[in-house]
């Protein structure tokens, strides 16, 4: 049966609950008391403190549906079938208490029985040497052992830095030849999204040092994590996890306001899936408090929405449509998420105060910008200074890397470190100037204008915010 997302959403945790674990809801996207991560980015990171010892856990059986933000994706969104910027993580959780034996069977009962997914297409994957986990999936699950991939560090163990990690296992769902890339040896772990990774089990049950010794621990735990985006790809039988249902109804929004369909033009297409996902992002990030700003989160939210703006632009939308969009992703994910129905007027302004203010300035950079490649044509360069770059950047609100990726696509680069260079000197000269210049005086840039009451500045954040990878 084709269960839609917030059915599946619902199956995943009571089935949970029905295995002892207590179901917690989403913790927000902006971390707390953590200043490892900037956005929440997998469904353990919420959960650190219980993981570590530092906090004990109201229950030893923990599974949540969490929203995660992975900026480091950007790049595959609209490009693969299965990355998103914004995705919800299903996830269950032992401290200390089962491990991998019941982590093992309840994924495969809940994948097998539960949604009914055909047990011949799933495929799971361990660590090389973890036997253990090896001798469950095939004595205890009867998976024949040329179905289980061994993989390397790389893929399946699970670590950073010091402190507790260990192998994962892996469960990938093959959706059918007519997805693969064809090339010989396209298999489980190929990066195609034939063989959809769908499942990480992750069995924390050592201690690094730090110095490369491993010791195990005494409170073994399970940290898993599904996308449900994912899943519902499979259920559903969808090319990508743009065309989930709640997911589809954005899309189709985003055609209907181009005017266009979906399915004719390539690029199009490309456009249409990065805006169904930025705005998803977007809101999200603005239900939980964080404003466009000039650094940290706020300036990961500010890129997501000019982005989502100028791909708009490029598909021929007219106006201001990041809030119009916004309404259906609050449609389609209030069931999870009551905070977004809560929120929802404070989240369509936000959203449009900020495409008003590119909308000012985003025709006049495009033409600025347009010259600017002329003129490295006429001199036969292919790097635009970081000078340039910058002035961009700070008069007409040009995220980098929305310059970069309009380069790109016309063969050009940017002079990076030329760019951080003229972005040091300007700090440098505006934290001078702005003890005696007013509000938006003459030295203000398009940054300042921002209207003070929808702008929190994030501190305490020494990351440049300009860099791409951030979470
Ligand atoms: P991939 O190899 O496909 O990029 P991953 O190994 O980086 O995935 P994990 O870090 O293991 O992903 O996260 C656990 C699960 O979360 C994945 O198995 C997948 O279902 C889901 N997931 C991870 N990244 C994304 C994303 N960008 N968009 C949607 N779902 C994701
Ligand atoms: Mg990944
Ligand atoms: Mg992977
Ligand atoms: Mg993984």
Same mark, same amino acid.
Request: charge should be negative; charged fraction near 30%.
């Given at each position: 049966k084709a269960y839609g997302v917030n059915e599946l959403r619902k199956m995943f945790l009571e089935f949970f609950e029905s295995k002892g674990h207590l179901a917690m809801k989403s913790f927000s996207l902006v971390p707390h008391n953590d200043n490892s991560l900037l956005i929440i980015n997998s469904g353990m990171a919420p959960l650190k403190p219980y993981f570590t010892g530092a906090e004990k856990p109201p229950r030893t059986r923990v599974t949540t549906c969490q929203k995660c933000i992975r900026t480091g994706d950007i790049e595959n969104v609209g490009k693969t079938a299965r990355h998103g910027t914004f995705f919800e993580m299903l996830g269950n959780f032992s401290f200390g208490d089962y491990f991998k034996h019941e982590a093992i069977a309840w994924s495969w009962e809940f994948l097998t029985q539960v949604v009914g997914l055909d047990p011949e297409r799933l495929y799971p994957s361990i660590y090389e040497n973890d036997e253990e986990a090896f001798e469950i999936w095939n004595k205890?699950?009867?998976?024949?052992?040329?179905?289980?991939?061994?993989?390397?560090?790389?893929?399946?163990?699970?670590?950073?830095?010091?402190?507790?990690?260990?192998?994962?296992?892996?469960?990938?769902?093959?959706?059918?030849?007519?997805?693969?890339?064809?090339?010989?040896?396209?298999?489980?772990?190929?990066?195609?999204?034939?063989y959809m990774e769908v499942w990480n089990n992750v069995f924390t049950q050592f201690e690094n040092d730090g110095k490369g010794n491993y010791s195990e621990l005494?409170?073994? $735990?399970?940290?898993? %994590?599904?996308? &449900?985006? +994912? @899943?519902?790809?499979?259920?559903?039988?969808?090319?990508?996890?743009?065309?989930?249902?709640?997911?589809?109804?954005?899309?189709?929004?985003?055609?209907?306001?181009?005017?266009?369909?979906?399915?004719?033009?390539?690029?199009?297409?490309?456009?249409?899936?990065?805006?169904?996902?930025?705005?998803?992002?977007?809101?999200?990030?603005?239900?939980?408090?964080?404003?466009?700003? $000039?650094?940290?989160? %706020?300036?990961? &939210?500010? +890129? @997501?929405?000019?982005?989502?703006?100028?791909?708009g632009k490029m598909l021929g939308i007219e106006g201001n449509f990041l809030s119009r969009l916004s309404e259906t992703v609050i449609e389609g994910s209030k069931d999870g998420y009551p905070e977004l129905e809560e929120k929802k007027e404070f989240i369509f302004n936000v959203l449009t105060k900020e495409e008003e203010k590119f909308g000012k300035t985003i025709d006049q950079g495009l033409d600025i910008l347009n010259g600017m490649e002329e003129e490295m044509k006429g001199k036969g360069e292919k790097v635009l200074s970081g000078a340039n770059a910058f002035m961009l950047y700070d008069t007409y609100g040009f995220p980098l890397d929305l310059t970069k990726e309009i380069l790109e696509e016309k063969g050009y680069s940017i002079d990076e470190d030329g760019f951080k260079a003229a972005m040091e000197e300007q700090r440098v000269k505006a934290r001078t100037s702005r003890k005696?210049?007013?509000?938006?005086?003459?030295?203000?840039?398009?940054?300042?204008?921002?209207?003070?009451?929808?702008?929190?500045?994030?501190?305490?954040y020494d990351k440049l915010s300009y860099e791409s990878d951030i979470t």
């Open positions: 205890e699950i009867g998976i024949a052992p040329e179905r289980i991939f061994r993989f390397g560090k790389e893929d399946n163990f699970w670590e950073h830095g010091a402190g507790p990690c260990g192998p994962c296992s892996e469960i990938y769902y093959d959706r059918g030849e007519k997805y693969g890339c064809g090339k010989p040896g396209c298999t489980v772990g190929c990066e195609c999204d034939r005494k409170q073994k $735990n399970i940290d898993t %994590g599904m996308g &449900l985006e +994912r @899943l519902a790809v499979v259920v559903q039988d969808v090319d990508s996890i743009f065309d989930v249902d709640t997911l589809q109804a954005l899309r189709n929004k985003v055609c209907e306001f181009a005017n266009i369909k979906y399915q004719q033009d390539d690029a199009k297409d490309v456009s249409i899936r990065l805006i169904t996902d930025h705005i998803r992002s977007a809101t999200f990030m603005i239900s939980d408090g964080i404003m466009p700003s $000039n650094e940290g989160r %706020g300036y990961v &939210l500010r +890129r @997501l929405i000019r982005r989502a703006a100028r791909h005696v210049s007013n509000y938006m005086g003459k030295d203000a840039t398009v940054y300042d204008e921002i209207d003070p009451s929808i702008t929190s500045e994030f501190v305490g």
